[in-house]
């Protein structure tokens, strides 16, 4: 997997983007950017963690230092913009473009981490042209056939939080083995799941990392003692490493990788080929809240360290309160010792109107125990109308949810020619509310519960998408063969694609008929 011709890792020539004349920087007449936004645009050297809650011009900032660079000559080569959400890169390489007053396209990379390794991989031969990334639905349903579970019924027996976990210990194992540093290790929350340290003391092995990789790789083999009471936990946790191996041969004979795999396989080979890689000396970074050690260790290896570099970390410690969806105060203290001095923070609240930002700031410092000194400010002094601004309180859930749904009912009635959106916490809640909704007789439309690009039947319309860009796509295939009734099952399907693959056949090969194939009929009425 890893390409002996080297010179693929090169950067590609940027003689088939457009030239431009960058004229000199001044700032966006449009925007009137304040003292600290200034400040931010200009920083062209050094390390710098920059604070800033909603609607303080984020998005706006890191673009106008982009289109600054590019005017005090910085190559777009040599940039890297990396954001949260693929709708975040589009919006900030629209708004490049149109500071810059063209239509053209950039060599400039502006996504997320994922899709940065993504690109990484394909592009070096890292991974075959053929391989396809596989999401969690997919995965799950591989760890179930592995396990010998019918599709399905792994989540209906409960049996989902087994799967996860023996996925996350394929990615565990496949670290630990191929020597990735300790602080940068995912899934580490296995140890404390797992009482691994008695698992090896039953085995007669020294709990070490190296031990660790020889049970995942199946290169250590365990002395079980076969004289006493067998032991349930004993034979769990060995069948967890045996199926967290199958689970990566699994992917390895069919060319699949899942997300995890695109940041691990990017680190292992990047780590091993520095002397080859294409260096950044400009790059800037938002939602950092947000990011692992681990993909901020990606990071660093394409990070130029010479002393003209720059590297701006742009976040919000307010988010980073929510621990539940992946943000982590230990971050930001770990970025604050990096980055040193060099700490700036944004103050101003474009977005809000003073009443409303009023009632984040007291619910931030009374209860989130936020300094007030660092809170955000407006200029916005619009004064609430009669229905701008409600607190409303109940005694239990389902007074709350009558309330929510007169509430709604009132709105609507009063201004018809507008839109109502009712955010919840749960599933449960918005089901309840929708129900009332519709005893009320108030249309709406619920966006909750079943993601609908996980149904099979969206799932089946991708996979003929996929094929009809690439027919060698495997997964692809094995959803159109189940989706369309041919199997009864995904892993069957599976099994037959493989089969076919291995006597270097693909399912196209059995479509062509005179004149015409399945493939070319189906890119036409696309």
């Not at 005090?72 to 500071?99: K, P, W, Y």
């Not at 290896?301 to 539940?324: C, M, P, R, W």
């Not at 005893?439 to 519960?449: L, M, T, V, Y």
Request: with cysteine.
């Amino acid at each position: 997997m890893i390409p002996e011709d080297m010179s693929a890792m090169l950067p590609e020539s940027s003689n088939e983007f457009p030239y431009y004349e960058y004229p000199v920087y001044t700032f966006d007449k449009k925007y009137e950017n304040d003292e600290f936004q200034k400040k931010v645009i200009t920083l062209d050297s050094g390390y710098h963690l920059v604070l800033a809650p909603p609607g303080c011009g984020k998005t706006d900032i890191l673009a106008e230092r982009v289109v600054r660079a590019l005017s005090c000559g910085v190559s777009l080569d040599d940039m890297l913009c990396l954001t949260f959400t693929n709708r975040a890169a589009r919006g900030m390489r629209s708004r490049i473009l149109e500071r810059l007053q063209t239509s053209g396209d950039m060599s400039l990379f502006v996504g997320n981490v994922h899709r940065f390794c993504s690109h990484y991989l394909f592009d070096n031969n890292v991974v075959a042209r053929d391989t396809t990334v596989i999401d969690e639905q997919e995965s799950l349903s591989i760890m179930a056939s592995i396990f010998g579970w019918k599709e399905g019924s792994y989540a209906s027996n409960g049996y989902k939080r087994v799967l996860t976990n023996t996925i996350k210990l394929q990615h565990l194992g496949y670290m630990i083995a191929n020597g990735c540093p300790k602080e940068f290790l995912m899934h580490t929350d296995l140890f404390r799941t797992f009482d691994y340290k008695t698992l090896f003391k039953l085995v007669s092995l020294d709990y070490t990392m190296e031990n660790f990789a020889g049970l995942y790789n199946g290169t250590v083999f365990p002395k079980v003692d076969t004289s006493g009471q067998p032991s349930k936990y004993l034979d769990d946790c060995l069948q967890q490493f045996k199926f967290a191996r199958k689970y990566q041969q699994y992917k390895e004979e069919r060319n699949l990788v899942d997300f995890d795999d695109l940041l691990i396989l990017t680190y292992i080979h990047a780590s091993q080929h520095q002397d080859k890689l294409k260096k950044y000396s400009w790059i800037q970074i938002d939602e950092v809240q947000d990011l692992s050690p681990f993909q901020f260790g990606i990071i660093d290896l394409f990070t130029d360290h010479s002393k003209d570099n720059v590297t701006l970390y742009l976040g919000d410690e307010q988010q980073a309160i929510f621990s539940f969806i992946g943000a982590k105060l230990a971050t930001l203290e770990w970025l604050r010792e990096r980055c040193g001095e060099n700490m700036h923070r944004l103050y101003f609240n474009y977005r809000s109107p003073k009443y409303l930002l009023d009632v984040f700031n007291t619910y931030a410092n009374m209860e989130l125990d936020v300094d007030p000194h660092f809170l955000p400010k407006t200029n916005n002094l619009t004064e609430a109308g009669q229905d701008s601004l409600c607190i409303l309180s109940a005694p239990d859930k389902d007074a709350e949810v009558r309330l929510v749904a007169e509430s709604v009912g009132n709105f609507c009635t009063l201004y018809p020619a507008e839109r109502v959106a009712v955010l919840v916490p749960w599933n449960k809640d918005a089901d309840q509310i929708s129900c009332e909704l519709s005893d009320r007789n108030i249309p709406h439309f619920k966006i909750s519960g079943t993601d609908l690009f996980t149904t099979r039947q969206a799932q089946l319309l991708f996979a003929h998408l996929q094929v009809v860009y690439m027919d060698s796509n495997m997964m692809a295939w094995s959803k159109i063969l189940a989706g369309t009734g041919i199997f009864n099952e995904d892993s069957e399907a599976r099994r037959f694609v493989k089969h076919l693959r291995d006597n270097y056949l693909l399912p196209s090969d059995f479509l062509n008929y005179t004149r015409s194939s399945y493939m070319l009929e189906l890119y036409r009425c696309c």
